[in-house]
């Protein structure tokens, strides 16, 4: 007799302190069965043997009407009396292999995993699937003293899982089960999770009905969406090679989405440059919102084009925190620009735990800010400004890093490099004087920002049956951020080249002026796109 194969997508945990006031429990689990559940773990820490097994044993009726296998937490002995599908251990419970030993090779059982070595230990010995976590921190069990995961950690675990198959857990709800997903697939074998595992979303719902068919809707969606090749970052739509011209020509079409639309771009960003980027989301045809009220920005939210997090100042972190979620909850793009990230620990940890809350879209920084994020010493930081020769590839650093992040990744410089973790694209345009006006990167990041708006926009027209759908965003953003940074550093060349420039003063308000003034026949005139083999 051989194992069953089992569907993983929706990995229910019980847990009867949970139930709201005046719920049943055995009412509560088959409403949830009915809503999409295909796992259910009976977990009873604090419960005596007898009432465990009673409660194992009318779960697996309800469980076996609706053909969806049963897991028994941890008790050896439970799980001999009832006989459910299988066991799941702890690292501090049973050693897997006298499990195995007790509940014979028919049985599957699966292993909590909070780390690489607890992952190979899994795989060599036996494990039918592992329970990776903690995510995020949960009310549901006590993890203060574990680190926490997050949807890039959980993503260095699955590269060593050699096909066994793997559900989160820990802290996931369904505003956050999006970012998961697509932030959790692996660096190196871009293999993803095979469900999720929930708690509280589930069993505290007065209607645990609809929020398990919410949550099964949006792994199912991700699922299409890895089959289709249509997914955030580098399962973005650019599915096949493009040449440098038909990259440069797709990026150039984007202008007239942007000025036929007028996306909202919605920019917490730094002080030093609020007027500035407001002036050049408004030059190039878009229009800029600079709301930074954590009550403001969740209402904001479904209205805009796309989310820029600019830190430079880091006086709004509260705001960018329910920006970056409500972003992701409503499928809008997110361009995260990391200022001078790698010059303090409390910009580092700023850093982490805005990339805890919420997946970005694009990375953009200089070469000191993506070392930083790719924990290199190459290129060293002094405040704001990278220090030192430059990176020695730098193609594969932004390659790596948007493969780790599953976010394109945009390093400006006097080349800039723009990777999705496959293709890797090399610009040369722009000029010196960008180098001594301020904001001139974070001005990128408005420009990159609205080309993102523009980039989804033009995928949602061109596939409206798709539009409703629960991926975190939609659009080919490898594109939209490059014509972002050929639209700004075209106009910065436009401008720089005027009789009346002077030096940077001049320069400031010229490049506002060809922001305005430049179009698509300049971009296909003057882009310089390479795509590099790396």
Not at 20 to 33: F, H, M, T
Not at 190 to 216: K, M, N, Q
Not at 295 to 309: E, Y
Not at 376 to 393: C, I, K, L, Q
Request: net charge negative; glycine share 10%.
């Amino acid at each position: 007799m051989g194992k069953a194969a089992i569907d993983y997508s929706l990995y229910l945990v019980t847990g009867r302190e949970l139930l709201p006031e005046g719920k049943d429990y055995y009412e509560s689990l088959e409403e949830a069965l009915q809503g999409g559940v295909t796992v259910v773990q009976v977990r009873e820490k604090d419960t005596d043997t007898g009432e465990f097994v009673e409660i194992a044993r009318k779960t697996k009726e309800i469980t076996d009407k609706y053909n969806v296998p049963l897991f028994i937490n941890d008790r050896i002995d439970v799980f001999l009396a009832v006989r459910p599908a299988g066991l799941h251990i702890g690292q501090s419970d049973l050693p897997l292999a006298r499990a195995r030993e007790l509940v014979g090779d028919d049985a599957l059982i699966g292993v909590s995993v909070s780390n690489v070595d607890e992952a190979r230990a899994a795989v060599a010995g036996g494990a039918d699937y592992v329970g990776v976590g903690a995510i995020w921190d949960t009310g549901s069990k006590d993890v203060t003293a574990k680190l926490k995961l997050a949807p890039e950690g959980a993503g260095v675990v699955l590269d060593v899982l050699e096909g066994v198959p793997s559900v989160a857990i820990g802290g996931i709800h369904p505003p956050n089960v999006p970012q998961l997903l697509h932030g959790s697939v692996s660096p190196v074998n871009r293999t993803a999770l095979d469900g999720v595992a929930v708690i509280s979303a589930i069993v505290s719902s007065a209607d645990p009905r609809a929020a398990a068919a919410g949550i099964r809707a949006q792994v199912d969606s991700f699922k299409r969406a890895r089959k289709t090749g249509n997914t955030q970052a580098v399962f973005s739509g650019a599915k096949a090679a493009r040449t440098p011209k038909e990259l440069i020509e797709q990026s150039a079409a984007l202008m007239a989405v942007v000025r036929d639309n007028t996306p909202l771009v919605h920019q917490l960003t730094n002080n030093v440059v609020i007027n500035d980027s407001a002036n050049a989301t408004l030059a190039v045809g878009a229009s800029p919102i600079m709301a930074t009220n954590p009550f403001d920005v969740k209402d904001l939210s479904p209205a805009i084009g796309a989310l820029l997090v600019n830190f430079g100042t880091i006086t709004d972190k509260a705001g960018m925190l329910v920006a970056g979620r409500e972003a992701n909850v409503n499928r809008k793009p997110v361009v995260y620009d990391p200022v001078a990230v790698g010059a303090t620990a409390f910009r580092r940890s700023t850093s982490k735990e805005l990339l805890s809350h919420w997946q970005p879209t694009v990375i953009k920084g200089n070469p000191a800010e993506i070392g930083a994020l790719a924990e290199s010493t190459e290129v060293a930081s002094r405040g704001v400004d990278a220090v030192g020769g430059g990176f020695a590839n730098p193609g594969s650093v932004v390659k790596v890093l948007a493969r780790r992040k599953n976010a394109i990744v945009v390093m400006t410089g006097k080349h800039d490099y723009i990777s999705d973790g496959e293709t890797v694209l090399k610009t040369s345009n722009g000029v010196d004087l960008l180098e001594v006006i301020t904001g001139s990167g974070c001005m990128t990041g408005t420009i990159v920002a609205t080309f993102c708006a523009a980039a989804r926009l033009h995928f949602l027209a061109s596939n409206a049956a798709v539009e409703n759908d629960s991926q975190l965003v939609q659009g080919d953003h490898l594109v939209g951020a490059l014509a972002g940074v050929l639209v700004f550093n075209i106009a910065a060349e436009l401008a720089a080249a005027r009789p009346d420039v002077k030096g940077p003063g001049t320069f400031r308000a010229a490049l506002i002026d060809e922001l305005y003034n430049v179009r698509a026949a300049d971009v296909l005139a003057r882009a310089k796109v390479e795509v590099l083999e790396v």
